[in-house]
């Protein structure tokens, strides 16, 4: 899952780690990612951008729900941003000794697969959701809403941990190609291109699309999957036309709590879909160059 309730830059030398506070969509539900086109200039909020960013060769990005953690091309990982447990949980302190060949990022919670194949979680621990399984050999892993999903090197088997009040946490069994974990779901594609979900059915979210299938992400309500012949195909709530995606072919997906964004094949354009796109009068939003264009 990734989220991304505001945009915040890796810190820079002599920030002053304050940042006007963005009146959120409160909602249902606490890791809401819907923000208001207003700013709340009456008080500040503290961030904890963690250490400055060096220079590096970076090959991966996890966005989570209030930080971001970037993997360099020698397996370290640097984390910045703010959690709602400040950095008392370690949320922006990744283990130094620990070489990462992935990574992906939650609510307050960061999982990564290291290069001996062995899972490593940091931050909030409430639910168990930074207490992997020691044992195994593992593949790669995908965060959500305190708990995670990872894939086994042997079968490529779904294992789960952390929060599991609505059976988020229990894998189905099978062989599969890859495993996301939404806010209280789980989808994963199988070997054979079936996509299939479990956790909380509640506005179908569990329901998958029949479409054989070569990717698929999880977000708050809702999911969609990426087609072996590159369609884009979603379910769940559909507030916002999240489950609405454009028509075209595309090459990759990420979906976020209340939105979508994809990777066309030909132009390698970014679109983007649903909350707060509609809301704010466009049905679509492009990235060009790193810039969102509303």
């Given amino acids: 899952m990734a989220c991304f309730p505001r945009l915040v830059a890796p810190p820079k030398p002599g920030d002053t780690g304050l940042v006007p506070d963005t009146a959120t969509d409160t909602g249902t539900q606490p890791d809401d990612t819907g923000a208001d086109t207003h700013l709340d200039t009456s008080r500040d909020t503290?961030?904890?951008?963690?250490?400055?960013?060096?220079?590096?060769?970076?090959?991966?990005?996890?966005a989570g729900e209030r930080h971001t953690c970037a993997l360099d091309s020698d397996g370290a990982v640097t984390c910045w941003g703010m959690s709602e447990v400040g950095d008392a949980e370690g949320v922006l302190s990744p283990p130094e000794a620990v070489v990462f060949r992935q990574i992906s990022a939650g609510k307050d919670?960061?999982?990564?697969?290291?290069?001996?194949?062995?899972?490593?979680?940091?931050?909030?621990?409430?639910?168990q959701q930074s207490s992997p399984p020691a044992a195994g050999?593992?593949?790669?892993?995908?965060?959500?809403?305190?708990?995670?999903?990872?894939?086994?090197?042997?079968?490529?088997?779904?294992?789960?941990?952390?929060?599991?009040?609505?059976?988020?946490?229990?894998?189905?069994?099978?062989?599969?190609?890859?495993?996301?974990?939404?806010?209280?779901?789980?989808?994963?594609?199988?070997?054979?291109?079936?996509?299939?979900?479990?956790?909380?059915?509640?506005?179908?979210?569990?329901?998958?699309?029949?479409?054989?299938?070569?990717?698929?992400?999880?977000?708050?309500?809702?999911?969609?999957?990426?087609?072996?012949?590159?369609?884009?195909?979603?379910?769940?709530?559909?507030?916002?036309?999240?489950?609405?995606?454009?028509?075209?072919?595309?090459?990759?997906l990420r979906v976020g709590d209340k939105f979508g964004c994809a990777t066309d094949a030909a132009t390698l354009e970014i679109t983007c879909w649903g909350f707060p796109l509609q809301r704010a009068g466009r049905e679509r939003a492009h990235v060009r160059g790193g810039v969102v264009l509303l």
């Avoid at 369609?231 to 072919?249: A, F, I, K, Y």
């Fill in 137 to 252: 050999q593992w593949v790669s892993v995908d965060a959500g809403k305190e708990f995670a999903c990872a894939l086994t090197a042997g079968g490529f088997q779904a294992h789960c941990w952390g929060r599991d009040n609505h059976g988020q946490a229990l894998a189905m069994a099978g062989s599969y190609t890859l495993v996301s974990g939404g806010k209280e779901h789980a989808c994963a594609v199988r070997r054979d291109g079936e996509v299939v979900c479990w956790g909380n059915d509640a506005q179908d979210r569990t329901a998958a699309d029949p479409t054989p299938a070569k990717g698929v992400s999880a977000g708050e309500k809702h999911s969609c999957l990426l087609a072996t012949g590159g369609q884009l195909v979603c379910w769940g709530e559909d507030n916002d036309g999240r489950t609405s995606p454009p028509v075209g072919l595309y090459k990759d």
């Fill in 109 to 127: 919670l960061t999982c990564g697969v290291s290069d001996q194949g062995q899972l490593v979680c940091w931050g909030e621990n409430n639910n």
């Fill in 46 to 62: 503290a961030l904890d951008t963690g250490p400055e960013i060096p220079p590096a060769s970076w090959v991966g990005l996890a």
